[in-house]
């Protein structure tokens, strides 16, 4: 019973090397706006976007898409995704469209929305994984119009995300390379359309970008991450004519769990180390018994 019992620890410890890795993510985004602010209210123009005249690019659309997915490596290969689809409303309206996307496999979830309420427009992505595998989710608009003279646009929102890993590690040894991680990530972008000498029009990259961003992992221990804040964005056109402007919000969590499938070296030498005193032990003791008898 002693070397039963002996045997059951070093297998104990041989499972205990594999066990499972985990990672989530989770973002939420609420009171997402759009607002125009007039700057000079002396010259009797009305803050507005337009559509269709003759301004480069001449854009009506915004593109919206939800995309999730998911792999698991251990101990069964699974995978859930149904692609990228786009949502195109014409013209571009200031709140998100309605949409969801879900995706769900042996070792976890990934779940995206989006809409709108009487708060304004909203996000949720949200994702978590068990075992060896990827997780993603992500959602974005790209809108573009003509803004009016004089006036200043005004991207506000709630962001909230937060992040967990168990720690696991495919390789201590070739941390942080084989470690699970998690991230979430949301921006706002702004930026105008502008004409060369050449005549030529270019997206000027001098727009305006905020964030909020929370990463753990690559470490090789358990971590939680959290952040939660409100984010304004403001993109103003001081000229007396209209510009073509270009302004998106983005979404994205992802993150990935790994563990070996088999002990690291220094513990598997350890363990069979352990297994093989036992053996002799046990050898010794049979020995003995026989010799009495």
Request: aromatic residues 10%; charged residues 15%; negative net charge.
């Amino acid at each position: 019973m002693r070397i039963s019992s002996a045997v059951m620890t070093a297998c104990a410890m041989l499972a205990g090397v594999n066990a499972q890795a985990a990672s989530q993510a989770q973002i939420s985004v609420s009171g997402l706006k759009y607002e125009l602010v007039d700057l000079n209210a002396a010259d009797g123009v009305a803050p507005s976007f337009s559509y269709g005249d003759n301004y480069v690019p001449n854009y009506y659309s915004n593109v919206t898409n939800v995309q999730t997915w998911g792999t698991q490596n251990y101990p069964v290969p699974d995978y859930a995704g149904k692609g990228v689809y786009n949502l195109i409303q014409l013209p571009a309206p200031l709140n998100l469209p309605s949409a969801s996307d879900e995706s769900v496999w042996l070792g976890g979830h990934a779940k995206g929305s989006i809409g709108a309420d009487s708060q304004g427009s909203f996000i949720s992505l949200d994702a978590a994984l068990i075992g060896v595998g990827t997780y993603s989710a992500t959602t974005g608009s790209d809108m573009s119009a003509i803004l009016s003279p004089f006036t200043e646009l005004v991207m506000t929102a709630h962001v909230s995300s937060s992040v967990g890993i168990s720690g696991a590690c495919y390789s201590v040894a070739l941390a942080p390379y084989y470690c699970d991680n998690a991230g979430a990530n949301f921006y706002f972008e702004a930026a105008s359309w502008k004409q060369q000498e050449n005549g030529v029009y270019y997206l000027d990259i001098v727009g305006a970008l905020s964030s909020n961003v929370v990463t753990v992992g690559q470490i090789g221990v358990p971590l939680t991450g959290a952040r939660n804040e409100d984010l304004v964005v403001r993109y103003a056109n001081w000229t007396d004519k209209p510009i073509a402007v270009q302004f998106r919000e983005y979404a994205q969590l992802g993150g990935e769990s790994q563990i070996a499938t088999v002990p690291e070296p220094a513990e598997l030498t350890l363990v069979l180390s352990g297994i093989a005193v036992v053996g002799v032990m046990g050898s010794r003791g049979r020995k003995r018994k026989s010799q009495k008898a």
